[in-house]
């Protein structure tokens, strides 16, 4: 547990390229400090000490288990950071130490473990425990004008978004790590690993999702079990439509973007950045949209708004650690507050079975209700999801 007035310590489980990340984030936050490390390889503990170390805090101390890190009364926070698939066995594990806890994105690869989760987070609240899962997007500024002016209906109706991200990872990415690429541990390709958070952010945006209809392939990669390219129509409670597109075999690599729009306006994410924002109220005369609505008015929503609240250490220069820090900022204020924090577990479940639902959909060659999946009805197609659709279909029928 907290204590008064003191840095919040924290545990890493996993010092891979993500857990060596967040030695970097807690240790530049005012609010925590790094004080145990666990990972299967010595080596890479270590070196996520030195790094903790260059930061300018003392050493953290290296254990041979999570159990041992958890029982050196040194934790009040463990943060998950190794592969999707491992997620949950170890955040129940933390819970049962009594500590607050912090998840990588995803929750985990499976609905069914994170529906169960769900309810053990929900008891340890009442213990006064907190868990959040990593969706550092929802706070950047641009994202966050966006949800804001939703919230305000200053789009009007939203009728359709657009969620793409066309990245690229290298046959040696895949081939680096035995987890990587794999459904165990990966829990997917394009959109599990890389596209999530752009997932999330759809998800964030438009609500509750109602029904998937998706196609996955493997088109530039060898030696995987996942998908290195994806597309999916989504329908949402609100009647919304909208496209997702994912790969890792767009070359040399390009931007991920989110749209978003509706009867009066739009908006548009593009890496993080709001490049576009319009509001207005959709007059249109004679076939000529008056000229008080037009243009592009995401310089002045910006700086107009306190979209940066999230921003205790504002002024780093590396943007992919100031989007971590923007959430810490609001894990550190739920710690302080006893509140629960922006990103829950059930937040981060909907976003997985949006995922899931994308891999059932592919899988079984047929549209999904998005309820059915987060209810646990294609659990079993988990276990069939690298066959053919029609044989995965014939498994689940039975």
């Known amino acids: 547990m907290t204590r008064p007035d003191a840095p919040t310590r924290a545990l890493i489980i996993g010092c891979g390229i993500i857990g060596k990340h967040h030695g970097i984030v807690l240790t530049?936050?005012?609010?925590?400090?790094?004080?145990?490390?666990?990972?299967?390889?010595v080596a890479s503990a270590e070196a996520v000490a030195d790094t903790v170390v260059e930061e300018g805090a003392e050493r953290p101390v290296i254990y041979g288990s999570i159990a041992d890190a958890l029982s050196s009364g040194t934790v009040d926070l463990a943060v998950i950071c190794t592969p999707s698939g491992l997620h949950i066995q170890q955040a129940t594990e933390c819970l049962e130490h009594d500590v607050h806890l912090v998840v990588e994105k995803p929750l985990d690869v499976s609905v069914a473990?994170?529906?169960?989760?769900?309810e053990l987070a929900a008891k340890a609240a009442e213990r006064g425990l907190m868990v959040s899962v990593i969706?550092?997007?929802?706070?950047?500024?641009?994202?966050?004008v966006i949800r804001k002016a939703i919230d305000e209906q200053q789009f009007g109706t939203l009728t359709s978004a657009v969620a793409t991200m066309a990245w690229y990872r290298s046959q040696q990415y895949y081939d680096s790590g035995d987890w990587r690429g794999t459904w165990a541990l990966d829990g997917g390709g394009a959109v599990m690993n890389q596209g999530v958070h752009?997932?999330?952010?759809?998800r964030w945006f438009l609500g509750r999702p109602t029904e998937i209809y998706a196609h996955t392939a493997q088109l530039a990669h060898q030696r995987i079990e996942i998908e290195d390219t994806a597309t999916a129509t989504v329908r949402f409670e609100s009647g919304a439509l909208a496209v997702i597109h994912c790969t890792t075999a767009a070359y040399p690599g390009l931007t991920a973007r989110v749209q978003v729009h509706g009867s009066?306006?739009?908006?548009?994410?593009?890496?993080?950045?709001?490049?576009?924002?319009?509001?207005?109220?959709?007059?249109?005369?004679?076939?000529?949209?008056?000229a008080a609505v037009t243009g592009n008015q995401a310089a002045d929503v910006l700086g107009a708004s306190d979209a940066d609240e999230y921003a205790n250490s504002r002024n780093q220069p590396d943007g992919f650690v100031l989007g971590h820090l923007r959430q810490y900022d609001d894990i550190a204020g739920a710690l302080k507050d006893k509140r629960s924090p922006l990103v829950d577990v059930n937040e981060a479940l909907l976003s997985l079975a949006l995922v899931r639902s994308l891999y059932v959909s592919a899988t079984l060659g047929q549209p999904v209700l998005f309820d059915d999946v987060l209810n646990g009805r294609y659990d079993d197609v988990v276990a069939t999801v690298t066959q053919a659709p029609a044989q995965a279909a014939a498994e689940v029928a039975k």
Do not use: K, M
């Open 28 to 41: 530049r936050h005012p609010d925590f400090e790094v004080t145990a490390l666990v990972d299967p390889v």
């Open 113 to 118: 473990l994170g529906t169960r989760f769900a």
């Open 135 to 144: 969706s550092q997007h929802r706070f950047d500024p641009g994202a966050t």
């Open 198 to 202: 752009t997932v999330d952010l759809l």
């Open 264 to 290: 009066h306006g739009s908006a548009i994410l593009d890496n993080d950045e709001l490049r576009y924002f319009h509001t207005g109220d959709g007059a249109v005369a004679d076939n000529l949209r008056s």
